[in-house]
C-alpha cells in the first residue's frame, strides 16, 4: 500500500476535453466579440481635419450603435434591400455621429447634427442661423496642436494661423476658435478661418426622416452645405444611413503605424486625447 506521501507526488491525471473546453471558451469570447461589434458599439478611425478641433487625423473613436435604434447600415449582416430602423429614436441637435455619407452610401462619415426634421439651416456671413434665429458663438484661445507626421493643418487664414511654432522652434499647428451654442444649450468649439463660398448659403427646411450635418472645421468640411456627390458633399442625411453616436476617444496617435518602426509609432502615442467623451 503506498504511502501519503507518495500519493500526493504522483502527478493527477490529465483532465479529458480540455481542448474542448479551450474551444468553447474562443468561440464564447468570439460570439462574444461579434455581439458587441453587432449591437453596442464598434471602432472607428479619423482620416481627415474636418472635424477638428474635437478630432484629428490618427484619432480612434468607439461608436455607439444603440441610441437611434438599428438600420441596414449599422447591422454589418443585414441586406442590402429592407429600409427604415429598428427601435429608432431621433439624435440630439449636437451629437456626433457617424453615418454612411450619400449619394452612394459607401464610405462612412463623421459630422456633427445640426439641424432635425423641420428646423430651417441657413449660414449667413460664415454665422450659422437656425429657425430664423443666428446661433451665439464667443471667440475663445486659439486651438494649437503640435505638428504631427499626419496632421496637414490646412489653413485659409493669413499668419499666425496655419503653420507655426513655439518659443523653442517646434512646429504647430494654430486656428481660431470659436465656441457656438445650440438653442438648447449644448455647445461646442468650432474652427472659422475665414471667408469662404459655404458661408454664405440659402435657406434649407430639413425634411421628414433627414438631417442636416456639419464638420467642425467649417472652411474645409463637405458637409450638408453642398449637394450630395461622391466623394464631395453629402447633402441632407436620411435617418436610415445613421449608424451611431461618437461616444469616446480610445486611442490617438499622431503616425501611421508602421511595423519597421513600432519605437517611433508608440512614440507618437498621444495620450492626453485617450478617454475624451463627446458631451457638451
Sequence with gaps: MPSS?????????????GWRESVQSLLL???????????????????????????????????????????????????????????????????????????????DYIKRLIGLPGDRV?????????????????RIADFVVPLAANTE??????????????????????LPRYRETLPDGRSYTIIDQGVTPQDDTPPVTVPPGHFFLMGDNRDISADSRFPATPGGGIGLVPFDNLEGRALITFFSSGAAFDWRHPIAWLAAIRADRIGQGFSS
Design 5 to 17: 506521501s507518495s500519493a500526493l507526488r504522483r502527478p493527477a491525471p490529465a483532465r479529458a476535453g
Design 29 to 107: 469570447f468570439l460570439l462574444l466579440a461579434l455581439v458587441l461589434r453587432t449591437f453596442v458599439v464598434m471602432p472607428r478611425s479619423i482620416p481627415s481635419e474636418s472635424m477638428m478641433p474635437r478630432l484629428l487625423v490618427g484619432d480612434y473613436v468607439l461608436v455607439a450603435k444603440w441610441p437611434y435604434g438599428f438600420s441596414r447600415f449599422s447591422l454589418p449582416f443585414a441586406p442590402a434591400a429592407p429600409a427604415g430602423r429598428l427601435f429608432g429614436r431621433l439624435p440630439r441637435r449636437g451629437d456626433v455621429v457617424v453615418f454612411r455619407a450619400p449619394p452612394d452610401d459607401r464610405h
Design 122 to 138: 441657413q449660414m449667413r456671413a460664415g454665422r450659422l442661423w437656425l429657425n430664423g434665429r443666428i446661433v451665439p458663438r464667443a
Design 153 to 174: 493643418c490646412r489653413s485659409i487664414a493669413l499668419t499666425p494661423y496655419g503653420l507655426s511654432a513655439d518659443a523653442e522652434g517646434r512646429p504647430l499647428c494654430r
